[in-house]
Every structure is written in structure tokens, then in C-alpha cells.
């Protein structure tokens, strides 16, 4: 895998462009044994800008927009293109906890016609909190996922814990 991340400080801490390459393999087939005749390069490409305005001391608003293209080797029926919108207010209540409400829209269009394309809007209340080695983030809300006129809405929970091991 080789992956490449370049950020672009328009406005430094205001205004940012993201730019993000990850070349990889992947299983073609999910079910079936890992090895050289079950495996595929991947492509996948995110681009866009992040928008982060203070409201005051503690308080933020975000919005970001990206673009990605996903491209497979041998499973053509799998590319597509996306577009995530996000946005995003925070509250830095102390130098380590952080809160937020943040709302997002993603949709989703495949290369091949006969495959229905998506969409995925999500509301949430988010917390971080970070450590000295590490921190995590939780995450509650909902999600509607949107596809062939049909729609159905389920609950969000995101838990997330990293811990640094080393320096």
C-alpha cells in the first residue's frame, strides 16, 4: 500500500485544501481465500477544501467539502465517485474535551448505470478527548440512507480509542 497526504494552508488554520492518494491491493472476492488469484489494485483519490471560522474563543464552525474517485483494477462495476459535504460546530470546553454537533451528507454515484447510487445524511453529537498518549472520540447520532426511492433511518454509534505505544 502506498498512501499520500498533502495539505495545502490557503488561510493558515482557516482555509485548508486536503489532497489524498491511496494505491493498494484488495480481496476481489470477500468469501474466498487470501491469496495471488483473489487479489486487485485499488485506487482511491480525495480531494477538497475545510473551512474552520472561530465563533468566539471556544467555539468553531467547520465545513469541508470532498471529492473522492474510487477505481479498481479488475472489478469495474465496483468504481465510483462521491461527494461528502460536512458541517460542523464545536465547543472547546476544556484545553483536552472537546464537543460537537456535526452534519453530513454523502453521496454516492457508480460508473455502471445498472448500479443504484446512494445517499448517506447523517446528524450527530460528537465528543473527543485527548490524552497524553492518545485520546478518544464518541460519536451518537443518526443515519438515512437513501437509495431507489427507498429510504430508511437507523441510529449512529461511533466509538473510537488510539493509544500511542511508543514515542
Do not use: K
Not at 20 to 38: H, K, L
Not at 47 to 60: A, C, K, V
Not at 138 to 157: A, H, M, R, V
Amino acid at each position: 500500500t502506498i498512501d499520500g497526504v498533502m495539505r495545502f494552508d490557503l488561510l493558515p488554520e482557516r482555509i485548508i485544501w486536503h489532497l489524498q492518494e491511496a494505491y493498494g491491493n484488495v480481496q476481489t472476492d470477500a468469501f474466498d481465500a487470501v491469496g495471488p488469484n483473489n487479489r486487485e489494485s485499488l485506487n482511491v483519490l480525495e480531494t477538497g477544501p475545510q473551512l474552520d471560522l472561530p465563533l468566539g474563543g471556544r467555539t468553531e464552525l467547520s465545513a469541508r467539502a470532498i471529492y473522492s474517485a474510487r477505481r479498481y483494477d479488475d472489478s469495474s462495476t465496483l468504481d465510483n465517485d462521491a461527494q461528502l459535504y460536512e458541517l460542523g460546530l464545536f465547543r472547546q470546553t476544556t484545553p483536552t474535551i472537546r464537543y460537537g454537533l456535526l452534519l453530513n451528507s454523502n453521496d454516492v454515484e457508480y460508473d455502471v448505470e445498472t448500479a443504484p447510487t446512494y445517499e448517506i445524511d447523517r446528524a450527530s453529537l460528537m465528543y473527543e478527548r485527548n490524552f497524553s498518549t492518545g485520546g478518544v472520540s464518541i460519536e451518537y447520532g443518526t443515519n438515512e440512507i437513501s437509495y431507489l426511492d427507498q429510504s430508511t433511518d437507523e441510529p449512529l454509534f461511533r466509538f473510537q480509542w488510539n493509544r500511542a505505544v511508543a514515542t
